[in-house]
């Protein structure tokens, strides 16, 4: 079967820097995305990466090992706005995106 | 940037009744629409791929006579819930893609939340 695996919860604090892992096992890959959730509100789109490597966006890095089925998103200078679930996703062999459950980023002052 | 509103953001509704939500896309055009199901503390469920007149694709286990999809233009996607039920009540949310836009960006609409009671 086909299963994305995220941390549940992660804690950190204001200012600092926080790595959040993704693991998948898919019928094929055809790009990794994360997205930001706030509570009660939509998915919006952080990044895609589809080669390995690092993408950096701002104060977001994401990486991406395809041989290891490994990503992380790295968030650095911490701000409490970052308070929320990030979302790791894989489109797999059918262009169907296959998610995870989230992982609930809890930053403290 | 490209923006898609959802309507309505909430609703409430009696067991037995049928309830629509409808998916724009404002500043695109979107062949391909998707609805997701997200429960409380859970990731998002794709129901179903909404195609531009053509009939939507509907994941393993979603009843499509109960969730009717119709996607009659290219801005716009309806989820019809059927004699819904207290376990219908979800957040329900529609994604778009823009058909001149990278294939591999969904735009996210707000999301509407279902409570039937």
């Known amino acids: 079967g086909q299963n994305i695996d995220q941390p549940t919860e992660m804690t950190a604090t204001e200012g600092a820097i926080v790595q959040i892992n993704c693991t998948y096992q898919?019928?094929?890959?055809?790009?990794l995305f994360w997205y930001q959730q706030h509570a009660g509100e939509a998915p919006t789109f952080l990044s895609y990466?589809?080669l390995d490597g690092l993408e950096e966006k701002g104060r977001f890095s994401s990486f991406l090992s395809r041989s290891k089925g490994y990503s992380y998103l790295l968030l650095k200078e911490l701000q409490m706005k970052d308070s929320a679930s990030y979302l790791c996703?894989?489109?797999?062999?059918?262009?169907?995106?296959?998610w995870g459950a989230g992982t609930k980023l809890i930053i403290k002052p | 940037g490209a923006v898609v509103s959802q309507h309505p953001s909430w609703v409430i509704c009696k067991s037995g009744t049928s309830v629509k939500i409808e998916c724009r896309s404002l500043d695109f055009q979107a062949t391909t629409m998707f609805w997701y199901r997200q429960f409380p503390k859970q990731s998002l469920m794709l129901m179903a791929t909404s195609n531009e007149g053509s009939k939507a694709t509907y994941e393993q286990g979603v009843e499509k006579d109960k969730f009717l999809i119709n996607h009659a233009s290219l801005t716009l996607s309806t989820l019809t819930v059927t004699s819904a039920h207290p376990e219908d009540s979800s957040f329900y949310i529609c994604?778009?893609?823009?058909?001149?836009?990278?294939?591999?960006?969904?735009?996210f609409g707000p999301g509407t939340r279902l409570t039937v009671t």
């Open positions: 990466n589809v």
């Open positions: 994604s778009a893609r823009d058909i001149q836009g990278p294939d591999y960006e969904q735009y």
């Open positions: 898919t019928s094929g890959f055809n790009g």
């Open positions: 996703a894989v489109r797999d062999s059918n262009y169907q995106l296959i």
